[in-house]
Nanobody
Framework: QVRLVESGGGLVQPGGSLRLSCAASGSIFSINTMDWYRQAPGKQRELVAGVSSGGSTNYADSVEGRFTISRDSGKKTVYLQMNSLKPEDTAVYYC??????????????WGQGTQVTVSS
């Protein structure tokens, strides 16, 4: 059984920073992509940032230059460093990973979500 556990959310003032972490555990053969999504009230879940197994990254236009995604494959962990936070970044942030539990099978896994609130 695979679990993703997130940490690092909270309340921060505009212009502040937060760092999210998401660690995978369980019977894992390999991890392909690691991503962060977010969902604000009344809006659809959107991709914030992703990092491939090779280290290639991609970002939503709204966070480019402010957020940095990184991964530690040995620790099965993905990070999201969020700087210059804005009120519109307020959302529940979800970790997502594409994981092979055996070599012939790849599935999507999600974390439970962590609340990020940007407010003065």
């Amino acid at each position: 059984q695979v679990r993703l556990v997130e940490s690092g959310g909270g309340l921060v003032q505009p212009g502040g920073s937060l760092r999210l972490s998401c660690a995978a555990s369980g019977s894992i053969f390999s991890i392909n992509t690691m991503d962060w999504y977010r969902q604000a009230p009344g809006k659809q879940r959107e991709l914030v940032a992703g990092v491939s197994s090779g280290g290639s990254t991609n970002y939503a236009d709204s966070v480019e230059g402010r957020f940095t995604i990184s991964r530690d494959s040995g620790k099965k962990t993905v990070y999201l460093q969020m700087n210059s936070l804005k009120p519109e970044d307020t959302a529940v942030y979800y970790c997502h990973m594409t994981i092979r539990t055996v070599i012939w099978r790849s599935d999507d896994y999600w974390g439970q979500g962590t609340q990020v609130t940007v407010s003065s």
